[in-house]
């Protein structure tokens, strides 16, 4: 199948042509297929942000190619317009950008300017209300009288409800307590179940991302430094650490674990650490 | 888009401008100014261009920064001249056509007033691209200290000013975020009638305003976590003190004064 969403050696400079001239991008070349959860991870500064915002049109490429089922976002005005309803972006802290007097106006925002009718809109509202787990009846009241988590659902929700295939979020779940960043998860991972949607998520949290993701980006300096499935990034361990990142806890102590001469193999996340101890107990049981 | 505001920018340097007391640079930008409105004909306005020309110089900043400033100033200055033109009655007449009629005082007069608003922008824009917000506000409070016997609040005034230029980026920078936000939803900011334009901004001055209380509310804490309370009693880390170089620009400053009045008394 071809991949829905395509990255063609993009290249970004900010500034181009005075002192404050900085490259943002150099070279960068992914695919992302249907319904495929990316994990995109990087140092601060390595241009994680400036690439997500290639991917729905915000910024415009100094050189290179976005390509939306095959045709370059950049085609037409009307493409371009176009690529941010079916590539949604939740931005970081997205609960500073709610506006309207109620909740269900904000989440209808997006819907609104894709200029839907009244009962598509409605259902659409619901819907992500839904998907964010948020009661109905909040729908009603100011979304500046909310919680700060459930401010943040809200916002994500106002982009749920364009119906994306494409859901971009920025670190869905910073600044978040535990409860809060599991429901959070929970919530894209029903989204992207029920729609078939592709994600691609920024986070800092190894372990967010060792466990959901099919595939990881690195981004190190502008570069993409690596492009591979969970095992095949987390296994450059020393890498990754100079890089400024580094590997999922429970990897670590896995590795430890092997050093201190335990029989395992290297782990990525809790349910797999849970299975290779038990399946060691079990093995070593008569011992 | 929104970046290219120049607005109270200061690019970092160490050329003898930028070393100045920050009270020299205004105090020479006021008598600079002076001298420019003292300026009548074209031989004192190329003293003050020549001047301008030397700060600039020596300022190491690039021209093209300080036309780039200019730039937001064009309906100002279009606006300006087109007045003069029409507005001056003179005895020349170039064209005369319905009721305009164009005389070549009009058109010479426009002109002074044109360079005359550049000239006084660009000395500005020099001031604060060579000055840090910070030493500019010092400078500001120090100036107008003896105001103080008055019960005029100077140390409030200039730490507001102080705190307002330090926000105009990060307000700035955070305008562009929203606009981000708001557009990844499918906001349209560039077409649609004045009304579809004007009500377009709601998306983004509702969440502006209410980012800029939260940072005001912020800021208030931590200062008064800080035990801030006012200016009385408060001392400073970097006291200004006048140097030598300062006493040089004010020397240059007033000779540009006494050149220029000079000049008009000889009806020049």
């Known amino acids: 199948m071809a991949p829905i969403l395509e990255v063609k050696k993009l290249n970004h400079i900010y500034s181009q042509g005075t002192p404050f001239e900085h490259v943002a991008l150099q070279d960068v070349s992914f695919s992302l297929e249907r319904g495929e959860f990316l994990g995109l991870i990087g140092h601060t500064g390595s241009g994680k942000s400036t690439l997500i915002q290639h991917l729905n049109g915000l910024l415009k490429p100094t050189s290179g190619e976005v390509l939306l089922d095959g045709k370059s976002i950049w085609e037409s005005k009307a493409a371009t317009r176009a690529s941010r309803f079916r590539v949604g972006l939740v931005f970081q802290y997205p609960e500073y950008q709610l506006f309207e007097e109620t909740v269900y106006k904000d989440i209808a925002f997006g819907p609104k300017n894709m200029k839907l009718d009244k009962e598509e809109i409605h259902r659409r509202v619901l819907e992500a209300a839904d998907f964010v787990a948020l009661p109905e009846s909040v729908l009603e009241s100011s979304p500046f009288d909310l919680s700060g988590g459930q401010k943040r659902r809200v916002a994500i929700a106002g982009v749920i409800a364009m119906e994306p295939e494409i859901l971009i979020l920025d670190e869905p779940t910073a600044g978040l307590d535990p409860q809060g960043r599991e429901e959070i998860l929970e919530n894209i991972s029903r989204y992207r179940q029920e729609k078939n949607a592709a994600i691609i998520m920024v986070s800092h949290s190894m372990s967010d991302v060792a466990r959901m993701s099919d595939r990881i980006l690195v981004m190190n300096k502008a570069h993409l430094a690596y492009d591979g499935s969970v095992k095949e990034v987390f296994r450059q361990a020393w890498q990754l650490q100079e890089m400024g990142l580094d590997i999922p806890p429970v990897t670590r102590v896995f590795m430890k674990l092997r050093e201190k001469g335990l029989d395992v193999e290297p782990v990525y996340t809790m349910e797999q650490a849970i299975h290779a101890l038990k399946t060691l107990r079990g093995g070593n049981g008569h011992a | ?268």
């Not at chain 2, 120049?6 to 205004?26: A, E, N, V």
């Not at chain 2, 064209?95 to 009009?106: A, D, P």
């Not at chain 2, 006493?247 to 009806?267: E, K, M, N, Q, V």
């Open chain 2, 1 to 268: 888009m929104l970046k290219d505001i120049t607005l109270g920018q200061y690019f970092p340097g160490t050329s003898f401008i930028h070393r100045l007391d920050p009270r020299t640079k205004l105090l020479v930008l006021i008598v600079y100014i002076v001298a420019l409105f003292v300026a009548k004909t074209w031989v004192s306005y190329l003293v003050c261009l020549a001047f301008l020309a030397l700060c600039i110089a020596i300022s190491t900043i690039s021209l093209k920064s300080i036309f780039r400033g200019l730039k937001p100033l064009v309906f100002i200055l279009v606006f300006t001249g087109v007045l003069n033109i029409f507005l001056t009655d003179g005895e020349t007449v170039l064209v005369k056509w319905w009721i305009i009629t164009i005389t070549l005082e009009g058109v010479v007069r426009a002109v002074y007033m044109i360079v005359r608003i550049m000239m006084l922008v660009s000395a500005t824009f020099l001031l604060t691209y060579t000055t840090s917000p910070i030493s500019l506000t010092d400078g500001l409070e120090s100036l107008l200290s003896p105001l103080k016997k008055l019960h005029f609040p100077v140390h409030e005034l200039a730490m507001m000013m102080c705190i307002a230029l330090r926000f105009i980026p990060t307000l700035i920078e955070e305008t562009d975020k929203i606009m981000s936000a708001q557009r990844s939803r499918g906001a349209d900011f560039e077409s649609g009638k004045l009304m579809e334009r004007v009500r377009a901004l709601i998306p983004i001055l509702v969440p502006l305003f209410i980012g800029a209380f939260r940072r005001a509310d912020e800021l208030a804490t931590a200062m008064e976590c800080r035990c801030y309370h006012g200016g009385e009693g408060r001392t400073k880390m970097k006291l200004l003190r006048y140097k030598r170089r300062d006493y040089l620009a004010f020397l240059a400053g007033i000779i540009l004064l006494a050149t220029i009045i000079t000049l008009r008394c000889f009806g020049w």
